[in-house]
């Protein structure tokens, strides 16, 4: 399948593997671009640029394929080094970065000299357009069913793909919401040129999580999860557990006098002890209402190969079948 998006990026099929906070390193990102996919190391898990420097190297060891870096401007309690971040980048030969989060545009400049492509992911049209003014080369469209950060809008992507195809001209891809060869079939249709996926890509053989984390996922309904810190305007959408109910129990007590100190216990610091000791209710950690759809365990190769099938025996034998009557 060649797509503005393969092409842009030199991929062999339409999948982005989406940053992930404590899930996207270079075992991850190297299995998804070996099996022609374009993988992702989250920029901020590496705790310093020199980190990051070397998990690029690492996955460079792992394949001799494209791979991306994510970059994530949201707010966070310290600000990160993101110069360093950058020159990490583009050292390590990285040439495509996705941002997320606040507007990249102060970082643009130094990374587009370098020959970086920029895929920036986005929850609105607005901020897409925006994205698209700025000079970014893709956006990645994330919709209200989104694992992590939805923004403040809650548009589906049934209405925000088509949205997104009628304003902007540089490519996008879907992102949220987003399993199967379904998925990818209707991704085009609506205007896509790809399919972003994060939920998915956890539960596969490759993706350094502890276990208990694929477990949960693949147990999970689309109706688990919940939208936490929506009074703060960061609002997230996790996999519902204890420390979950937890948040929701004192966001209903204290409506608008919340602060990020009255939940902190329960949304800082509890990546690792989850992704990496699977203490499953250590915490509240983004996953998308897609876990629904998630029944395996597959690696990334059954995968994505499953997908490109799915999508094509799609388009090939239902749709052109039900145009030829
Ligand atoms: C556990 C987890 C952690 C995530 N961490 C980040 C992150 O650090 N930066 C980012 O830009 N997006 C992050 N995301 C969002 C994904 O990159 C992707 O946009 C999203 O998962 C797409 O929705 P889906 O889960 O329905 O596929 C995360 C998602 C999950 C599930």
């Given at each position: 399948m060649k797509t503005k998006i393969t092409e842009m990026f030199g991929i062999e099929?339409?999948?982005?593997?989406?940053?992930?906070?404590?899930?996207?390193?270079a075992e991850l990102a190297s299995a998804v671009s070996n099996a022609g996919g374009l993988g992702i190391i989250t920029g901020l898990t590496q705790k310093t640029p020199t980190d990051l420097a070397e998990e690029i190297a690492r996955c460079r060891e792992m394949t001799s394929k494209p791979f991306g870096v994510n970059l994530t401007f949201l707010p966070t309690l310290s600000t990160p080094d993101y110069p360093g971040y950058i020159d990490a980048i583009i050292e390590g030969g990285v040439r495509i970065v996705e941002t997320a989060g606040r507007n990249p545009q102060a970082y643009l400049p130094k990374l587009q000299a370098a020959g970086v492509r920029i895929i920036h992911k986005c929850t609105s049209v607005?901020?897409?357009?925006?994205?698209?003014?700025i000079g970014c080369d893709a956006v990645s469209v994330d919709g209200f069913e989104?694992?992590?950060?939805?923004?403040?809008?809650?548009?589906?992507?049934?209405?925000?793909?088509?949205?997104?195809?009628e304003e902007l001209t540089i490519p996008f891809?879907?992102?949220?919401?987003?399993a199967d060869g379904r998925s990818l079939v209707a991704s085009l249709a609506l205007g896509a040129e790809g399919m972003n996926m994060g939920t998915r890509f956890i539960a596969t053989r490759?993706?350094?999580v502890h276990e208990n984390v694929k477990r949960a996922i693949v147990a999970a309904s689309e109706l688990d999860t919940r939208l936490v810190m929506r009074g703060l305007r960061n609002t997230e959408r996790v996999l519902n557990n204890a420390a979950v109910e937890k948040i929701l129990e004192k966001e209903a007590r204290l409506g608008k006098d919340l602060q990020i100190s009255d939940i902190i216990e329960e949304v800082a610091g509890v990546y690792p002890r989850i992704m990496q000791q699977g203490e499953m209710d250590a915490g509240a950690w983004s996953c998308g209402m897609v876990a629904g759809l998630i029944h395996d365990i597959p690696t990334c190769q059954e995968?994505?190969?499953r997908i490109m099938s799915e999508a094509e025996s799609l388009i090939r034998e239902r749709l052109l079948g039900i145009l030829q009557g």
């Open positions: 099929h339409p999948i982005i593997q989406g940053g992930m906070h404590y899930v996207g390193y607005r901020h897409a357009l925006k994205a698209q003014k989104c694992g992590g950060h939805p923004g403040e809008d809650d548009i589906p992507n049934m209405i925000l793909l088509p949205r997104a195809a891809v879907s992102s949220g919401g987003m490759e993706a350094p995968l994505i190969e």
